[in-house]
Each structure stands twice: as structure tokens, then as C-alpha cells.
């Protein structure tokens, strides 16, 4: 989830201070902003607080939506988004550790990851993103889980959905995305 909001920082061009944060060894200063102990978490002039993904991303577009990723089908995105967030998220988290989840197998979890790659596969027919030619809200939003999908079975993507397969190629070629995977040391 941070990736995405720090595209959608990247893109609305606002400056932040970015802080690493190891998951398994959490800072009491991230607990202090937001007792979720999640990340991201956007703390802005010292007295606001968002810690959710999604929000941040609203959020930064609000200060600078120079493409209009978010006035298009705005509905649409947001279901599109929630439904990846809660059920192909669920189904992801199995399918990349379908050892933890032995009460079914990694083929079980890659079929119900089928059901919403295939929406995004159809979606992409006709359009190099997922609303339109130019990228939206939309796609930044899902682009890591999805990549995320491919990181654990690209063939079978490529193979089953070459339309899904192209675009998260083509985002993670992107000037945006690669603006924001520079490593950073640890908080």
C-alpha cells in the first residue's frame, strides 16, 4: 500500500520526508502518529494524520491533479479498488503463502485471484490503462497487489492474461513508478 501512495505523491508533485519503516521492528513514533502501527502514514504540518493508502492518494490529488486521474468514472474506480483492497487482497495473501494456508492449495488461490484479474484483463481489451489510454487513480491503486500477483506467477499471468501481464509491464517501466523505488535506510 505504500507504494501507491507514494505514486500518487510523486505524481501530484508534493514533497515529503519518506522514513523506511521495518515491519518487523516498528518505531514507537509510527505507533505515537497512528496506533495501527501501519504503514503508510502521512503526517502532514505536524497536526494531521492520514494512515490509510487510499486516503493519502485522495488526499495528494486533491493538491495537484494535473492528469485528472480521479474525475473519470470516479464510482467505478472506487469499487474497482475496494473490491481489489478486501477480496482479490484476501485471496492474494493465500496464494503467496499457500503453505500457511494449507486448507487449500496454491492452484485453489490462483483461481480465486482469477476472478478479478480476469474483470482488469477485459477492462485492458480495448485501453493500454485500465479506464482510458492515460492512467488513473485506478490503476496506481491496484498496480502493487497486482504486481504483487506477478511476482509470484508471472508465466501463468502472461499466459492467462497477457492484457494484465502488458500493463503492469508497462507501469513498472513508468518514470513514475520508477521514481519512487529508490531504497531508503531504515527508521
Known sequence: Y?????????????????????????????YDLSPKGTVPVLYINNQTVIDES????????????????????KKFQLEMIQECDNEFKY?????????????????????????YLSQLNIQLQTTTYLISNKLSLLDIAIFPLIRQFANVDNNWLINHHCNVANWVDCIMKSKLF???MDKYLLY
Not at 54 to 61: P, S, Y
Open 54 to 73: 487510499l486516503d493519502i492518494m485522495q488526499w495528494a490529488l486533491k493538491h495537484n491533479n494535473q492528469q485528472n486521474w480521479f474525475l473519470d468514472k
Open 91 to 115: 485471496w492474494l495473501d493465500r496464494f503467496k503463502y499457500y503453505d500457511r494456508h494449507p486448507e487449500n492449495n496454491k492452484t485453489y488461490y490462483r483461481g480465486k485471484c482469477d476472478n
Open 178 to 180: 520508477l521514481s519512487v
Open 2 to 30: 505504500a507504494i501507491r501512495a507514494r505514486m500518487a505523491l510523486a505524481y501530484s508533485n508534493i514533497t515529503v520526508e519518506l522514513k523506511e519503516i521495518s515491519l518487523s521492528n516498528r518505531p514507537q513514533e509510527l
